[in-house]
């Protein structure tokens, strides 16, 4: 429902730019061969369509999924772990529209699963059981998962990192650039709580560490102004060094509307080609 919904809106908005064709066929182009054009389709649709073969589509997506214990989060009914599943759900079932194949892996302190891309629309089922039996695990470590996955990924292809990427900043961005270096794309989606955020709390506060146990006891508007601050630092460093070395970057509240996700695959899957 939260794919086809977008696609819906997607072809009835202004932005023809990402409009998604899902037959085997894409628009005609200046150098595309005239003898490909399909001119039963074109006697129906008044538009040039190219016959699109399966060499054309099929883009090999590794979806990595964090599903350590910060990821089970709330402070509003949806976790940020139950908003990655329906995130992962939602891409994995758009790319596979789309003749994509679509690999899973789902990491914590280390790899817990993992599901190699396929293209089959039978595949779905598999990524969908997969994601319905996630249980938080226990600690982060996402630096050494992103070098493991770079080695045993043999086939370039696309990988979207999904996580609220709570660990050492700098390994976490050498991790991805070991991807860059094998010559993947990359696509960063960082969930985020808003209150992990904002920190608007009314009233003296106990904090728990989800994933060590430490807690402190304190009045939150005395610190909002400097945690709000350092929260806004930790996100732009990952935005800008994204940036730097070629990565997209894209901060997903757990409030927001999927759409905002799903276009930034669609704009990051249409420069890939």
Same mark, same amino acid.
């Given at each position: /429902?939260?794919?086809?919904?977008?696609?819906?809106?997607? =072809?009835?908005? @202004?932005?023809?730019?990402?409009?998604?064709?899902?037959?085997?066929? !894409?628009?005609?182009?200046?150098?595309?061969?005239?003898?490909?054009?399909? *001119?039963?389709?074109?006697? $129906?649709? &008044?538009?040039?369509?190219?016959?699109?073969?399966?060499?054309?589509?099929?883009?090999?997506?590794?979806?990595? +999924?964090? %599903?350590?214990?910060?990821?089970?989060?709330?402070?509003?009914?949806m976790s940020k772990l139950e908003y990655a599943k329906v995130m992962s759900a939602s891409l994995a079932y758009l790319m596979l529209? %789309?003749?994509?194949?679509?690999?899973?892996?789902?990491?914590?302190?280390? #790899?817990?699963?993992?599901?190699?891309? !396929?293209?089959?629309?039978?595949?779905?089922?598999?990524?969908?059981?997969?994601?319905?039996?996630?249980?938080?695990?226990?600690?982060?470590?996402?630096?050494?998962?992103? =070098?493991?996955?770079?080695?045993?990924?043999?086939?370039?292809?696309? #990988? +979207?990192?999904?996580?609220?990427?709570?660990? &050492?900043?700098?390994?976490?961005?050498?991790?991805?650039?070991?991807?860059?270096?094998?010559?993947?794309?990359?696509? +960063?989606? =960082?969930?985020? &709580? @808003?209150?992990?955020?904002?920190? $608007?709390?009314?009233?003296?506060?106990?904090?728990? &560490? /989800?994933?060590?146990?430490?807690?402190?006891?304190?009045?939150? *508007?005395? #610190? %909002?102004?400097?945690? %709000?601050?350092?929260m806004d630092g930790f996100c732009n460093y990952y935005k800008s060094i994204c940036r730097k070395n070629k990565i997209d970057y894209?901060?997903?509240?757990?409030?927001? @509307?999927?759409? /905002? +996700?799903?276009?930034?695959?669609?704009? $990051?899957?249409? !420069?890939?080609?």
């Amino acid at each position: /429902m939260v794919v086809e919904g977008f696609i819906v809106g997607l =072809h009835k908005s @202004p932005y023809h730019g990402f409009s998604v064709e899902f037959s085997e066929h !894409r628009s005609y182009g200046a150098g595309d061969e005239i003898r490909h054009i399909d *001119w039963k389709l074109y006697g $129906k649709t &008044d538009r040039f369509f190219i016959k699109q073969f399966e060499e054309e589509t099929n883009l090999l997506t590794h979806l990595l +999924v964090d %599903q350590s214990q910060s990821m089970d989060y709330s402070s509003h009914g949806m976790s940020k772990l139950e908003y990655a599943k329906v995130m992962s759900a939602s891409l994995a079932y758009l790319m596979l529209k %789309q003749q994509d194949a679509v690999g899973l892996t789902l990491f914590d302190s280390e #790899i817990r699963d993992y599901l190699p891309p !396929r293209s089959k629309s039978n595949h779905l089922n598999a990524l969908f059981s997969r994601l319905n039996k996630i249980q938080p695990g226990p600690e982060t470590a996402i630096a050494p998962m992103l =070098h493991k996955s770079a080695e045993g990924i043999k086939k370039r292809g696309l #990988i +979207v990192l999904i996580s609220d990427l709570f660990d &050492d900043p700098e390994n976490v961005i050498s991790g991805l650039k070991h991807f860059r270096y094998k010559g993947h794309e990359v696509l +960063v989606i =960082h969930v985020l &709580d @808003p209150q992990e955020l904002d920190l $608007k709390f009314n009233e003296r506060t106990r904090f728990k &560490d /989800m994933e060590t146990g430490e807690e402190i006891i304190t009045e939150p *508007w005395h #610190i %909002q102004k400097d945690y %709000q601050k350092s929260m806004d630092g930790f996100c732009n460093y990952y935005k800008s060094i994204c940036r730097k070395n070629k990565i997209d970057y894209v901060l997903a509240k757990t409030d927001m @509307p999927l759409d /905002m +996700v799903l276009t930034e695959y669609l704009i $990051k899957r249409k !420069r890939i080609g």
